[in-house]
């Protein structure tokens, strides 16, 4: 059985549209998205009725939540003043731009979520954005064992999925697997997109990170008509 689960779209519908496209050829019999829905790029409605449109299961990121509740900043990790200050721009544009409806949907999703049925062959799958008890805060590859220790005395989980922190990774921590599944839409290297396949079955878990490129011209074409602050196709993309 495979599933697969992607993390930070941030708006980006042409990567989102390119990973959707990809995952065509694997036919997952569920796609899941670990948080960080909107924010940073002006498509956030289309890329919130393609999450809807097709089903994906979802749970909320800090910036999902910093949308949604009206918070003065999103939760993320910045490296400059210069960032902080693009960030908070794009989090009330953001916020400008959406209705009441689409925050509530973004309000109402779940911080994390335990997968443990008949399409996960007995495996438990905690999913979250950050951390199981701050969507604010992420786990790095090279993290401290300690704190990978402290997610598993929370939760016994054969198999962690995250994101946040936009690098993907697979580890190993007291044999439970941790996987960051990096950005659809912020990924380290644009134009591409990460994702991740599970597939569950009898013979045992395979777990991959995968990628798709998308259009980044086209992207950058269609952002620079918007509204939104041009420096953030500079800085970021």
Excluded at 16 to 38: A, F, M, R, T
Excluded at 222 to 228: C, D, P, V
Aim: some cysteine; aromatic content about 10%.
């Amino acid at each position: 059985m495979k599933l697969a689960f992607i993390s930070d779209v941030h708006s980006n519908i042409y990567a989102l549209k390119s990973v959707l496209k990809e995952l065509e050829s694997y036919s997952p019999s569920d796609i899941y998205c670990l948080g960080d829905i909107v924010g940073f790029l002006p498509f956030h409605k289309e890329t919130l009725n393609e999450i809807k449109k097709n089903g994906i299961i979802s749970i909320a990121g800090n910036y999902d939540l910093a949308v949604a509740n009206n918070k003065k900043t999103c939760g993320c990790s910045l490296n400059s003043s210069f960032e902080e200050e693009l960030s908070r721009k794009s989090l009330e544009k953001t916020k400008q731009d959406l209705d009441d409806n689409e925050k509530n949907f973004l309000r109402k999703l779940k911080t994390n979520l335990l997968i443990n049925n008949n399409k996960t062959n007995n495996k438990r799958l905690h999913l979250f954005h950050g951390l199981l008890d701050n969507t604010s805060s992420g786990l790095e590859d090279g993290t401290s064992e300690e704190k990978f220790n402290k997610v598993i005395d929370k939760s016994e989980a054969d198999i962690y999925l995250f994101g946040h922190v936009h690098k993907p990774y697979i580890k190993k921590v007291k044999n439970k697997a941790f996987v960051n599944c990096g950005s659809v839409g912020r990924s380290m290297e644009p134009g591409y997109a990460d994702y991740v396949l599970v597939d569950l079955n009898n013979e045992g878990t395979t777990i991959q990170i995968m990628r798709a490129c998308y259009d980044l011209a086209r992207m950058k074409k269609a952002f620079m008509k918007s509204t939104f602050p041009k420096e953030i196709i500079e800085t970021w993309y």
